[in-house]
Each structure stands twice: as C-alpha cells, then as structure tokens.
C-alpha cells in the first residue's frame, strides 16, 4: 500500500505508477536517504519529540537496511515511488510501528533536498580528487619537456615559439579553475535543508542546527520556502562540469591534430588508442574523440536543469525530480572521461623533433623576435614591424628562413641589423628570453610548475 494511500479511493493506473517513480534511478542516493534519516530520528530522540529507544530502534533498523543494501539483498519497488519511501516502508516492515514515526517532522520535499545535496557535495569531492591526480599528470609532463620547442599558434597559423612544457602549464592552469569552482560551488551548497518540511518547516520544537552539524554542513539554509525549491548547486555544479569538459574537450582537440600525420607531434600509446575494421593502416585517437563528443552531453544536462527549473513557481513541484537523471550523467561522464583522458596523455609519445621541426620550419615564428631586435636598437616598434614584414616577403621569394639570410640582405633593409642578429633569431633564446610572468621561458615555466605543484599539495 501506498504511503499516501489515505486519501485515495482507487489503486494507481499502472503506467501512472512507473510514469511517476524515480527509484530506477535514485536508488544510487540510498546511502545519503539513510545517512539524512539517522540524523533526524537522532534529532528528534534529542529533542523528546519521540522516545530515545524509539529514536535508537529506527536508527538500528536504518543501520541494517544500510548494511543489506550494500551486501545485495534489498530489492526496491516501483509501488513505493522513491528511493525515500521505498526506505521508509522497508523500515517499518522490519521494525514495525515504530518506523512510523521517522517521518514526524519531515517532507519528502526537505528529504530530497538533503539527500541530493549530500551525494553532490560527495561527487564533488571525488572529481576534485581525480582533477588533482591529473594536475599531477600535467606537472610530470610538463617538467619533462620544459625545454621541448613547440609552435605557439593563433588561427592555427604558427606564431610565437614556446614548449611543450608552457603548452601543457595551460591546461594545468585551466583545470586549476575547474577546481576552485567546484570549491566554491560545494562551500555555496554546503547548507543543510533538512526541517524545511514541505515548505514552511514545523511546529514540533526541532534543532536543525544539530541536523546540519551531524551530516557535515556548514549551517542550516535560511528559508524554507527556498530551501525546497532551489536546485541552484546543482545547476552550478553542472556549470562546472560543462566548463571543465570544454577544457578537456579542447585538449583532445589539439591531440587530435598533433597525432595525425600532418601533425606528428604525438603518438599515443597503443593501450590508449583503436584501430579501423576496413583500413589496416589506422590507429585513432577514439579516447580524445569520445572526451570531445561526450562534453556535447554534459552540456545537455546544464540545459535540461536550467530549462526544468525556469518556469516553476515556488516551492517544490514534481518536475524537480528531472534535476537527477541529469546530474547523474554529468557525475558519470566527467568521472568517465578524466581517468583515461589523463592516462592517455601520461601515456603518449611525445616527438619533440617533429614539433622543434614545426618550430623551424621557415613559418617565420621568430619574425617578432627579428622586430623586438630592431626596437632594441632603436626603431620604433611599427617601423620594425614594417621592416621585418618586407624581410619575411623577401624570404618567401627566395625560399630562405630569417636565419638563413646573409648580413647584406639584412643590411639592405635596415643599417640597424649587425651580426649579433643570429642570436636573437635563435630559437631557443626566443624562447628563453620571454621571461615575464606567464611566459614560456624555461625559468617562468618551472616556477608555474612550483606553482600548480603547491596548489595540489595544498588539497592532498
Ligand atoms: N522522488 C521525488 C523527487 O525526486 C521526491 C520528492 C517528492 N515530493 C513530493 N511532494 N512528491 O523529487
């Protein structure tokens, strides 16, 4: 029998009952459903609003159901809705009358809050862990190849020198935010719900104070009205999710490119990568390609709980029971795609000589080096501009590079150019010579290195 079923004069239509159940999927919040109810028959066996062995009797049984749960015996009912009543009910049917008072004081509107917010703030911890284990990735990787010279690209038309080591530092940079945003996002949701009730909490003489302090939050929320109706964290939460796949979605993109043949500045590891059924030449990078198309779904979740929660007036309406499913994905993608995405990258085979090779290549990367070197001698920055943008013409004529060209050539441009040019045109002094904040200096990059290092060992 239904929990509500008092009022009602006729069973559920049969498909209204599957229509309307949420068990098939909040399920996986049983442990957060029993965690929240134990704190409230602790509370309300504090505050005399049932007995103390009362109290005790439905805690124990809430022990049991937790433990059989967990060892595989319990099976949950599409007739008792949810994951709260389906606890609730097996509750009292193992400990009989008693049970029936767990639920004094409460909602399931409160219940759901509770829960929901606990097994984000858990998930949120857990994606920080593994972010963290990434930054690890980054920083070994990076240390390894602060000296790698790479093309820095704008429009993907080469640009500036840098390395791979200053390339890999930005990503590290980036998930650095992912996790100051889920930081804030769980110290922003860390407010207990639990007592709101339905929506205006209660008259019995409870201590939400105490909820809040036995299940970890910082205090209790300050309206009940809103304590109901807000799914705000989990829409940040999703927020932050959908930014830290459009990082990793990015990062794939670029291995992407750099392990085709064009490329070549990668080879990833065999274990990370698949073959072709027909093209016995084939090795793809389907883990980078699967991290790019499942942000496309991540981001799906953020609209579908946007668009659910725009247009309900308050407090609690049925339609807020689709906020799970979403968050529940987005929980399952990113905790997917950041494990093997990283290991892929620990794994890949870097080609340092393909990418100095790019670096070399006659693309001109050094052109803004050859302008900074005639600045330095004197001329204004637009002249040199000028200057070294008619050298660049002359080098495609003639099919020469910058540091190929003799003293002359360079003479007839400008009387500012002395032998000590080949130096500035040197790679690796481009390189080495950007040396403010953030560049790709090897002294710059080891310190964003210390950096990102002291920032993971901080939370580790
Ligand atoms: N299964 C419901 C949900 O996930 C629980 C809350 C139900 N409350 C209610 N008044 N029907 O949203």
Redesign the pocket.
């Known amino acids: 029998m239904k929990l509500w079923a008092g009022r009602f004069q006729k069973e559920t239509d049969s498909a209204v009952n599957d229509f309307n159940s949420?068990i098939a999927f909040?399920a996986r919040m049983y442990r957060q459903d029993i965690t929240g109810s134990i704190a409230h028959a602790t509370m309300l066996g504090e505050q005399g609003i049932i007995e103390a062995h009362e109290a005790e009797k439905i805690i124990e049984g809430l022990k049991a159901i937790l433990v059989d749960i967990e060892e595989g015996n319990v099976e949950f009912t599409v007739d008792m809705?949810?994951i709260?009543m389906n606890i609730e009910s097996l509750l009292t049917s193992r400990i009989g009358q008693t049970g029936k008072r767990l639920h004094t004081a409460r909602s399931?509107?409160d219940q759901?809050a509770v829960d929901f917010r606990m097994y984000v703030r858990e998930e949120i911890q857990d994606i920080i862990k593994i972010i963290l284990d990434f930054e690890t990735i980054l920083v070994k990787k990076a240390k390894a190849h602060v000296s790698t010279l790479l093309p820095g690209y704008t429009h993907l038309q080469r640009a500036q020198p840098s390395t791979l080591g200053h390339h890999l530092m930005a990503y590290a940079n980036m998930l650095k935010r992912d996790v100051t945003r889920l930081e804030d996002c769980l110290e922003r949701m860390n407010e207990c719900p639990l007592g709101a009730g339905a929506l205006a909490t209660t008259t019995y003489p409870i201590d939400r104070t105490r909820t809040a302090e036995l299940l970890g939050f910082s205090k209790p929320t300050d309206n009940s009205l809103d304590s109901v109706s807000d799914r705000d964290f989990a829409i940040e939460f999703l927020c932050a999710c959908s930014i830290l796949m459009m990082h990793l979605s990015r990062f794939a993109e670029e291995i992407i490119l750099w392990c085709s043949w064009e490329f070549k500045y990668v080879e990833l590891d065999d274990a990370y990568s698949t073959g072709s059924s027909i093209m016995p030449q084939k090795k793809n990078p389907d883990v980078a390609e699967l991290v790019r198309g499942k942000t496309g779904r991540v981001y799906g979740s953020l609209i579908t709980l946007l668009t659910v929660m725009k247009g309900i007036p308050l407090a609690?309406n049925?339609d807020?029971?689709e906020d799970?499913e979403c968050v529940f994905d987005a929980i399952d993608t990113v905790k997917m795609c950041l494990p093997v995405f990283a290991a892929m990258i620990d794994t890949m085979n870097v080609k340092p000589e393909n990418m100095r090779r790019s670096a070399m290549d006659g693309c001109f990367i050094n052109a803004t080096d050859c302008a900074d070197y005639l600045v330095k001698k004197g001329l204004p920055f637009r002249e040199a501009y000028m200057v070294v943008g008619k050298l660049v013409h002359t080098c495609i004529e003639k099919g020469e590079k910058l540091d190929t060209l003799s003293l002359e050539e360079f003479q007839e441009v400008s009387d500012c150019f002395h032998e000590d040019i080949y130096q500035a045109l040197y790679m690796n002094n481009c390189v080495n010579g950007r040396k403010a904040i953030g560049g790709p200096a090897r002294t710059e990059v080891n310190r964003q290195i210390a950096a990102i290092e002291a920032f993971v060992a901080e939370r580790t």
């Open positions: 949420s909040d809705e949810d709260h399931r509107n759901v609690y049925k807020m029971q799970k």
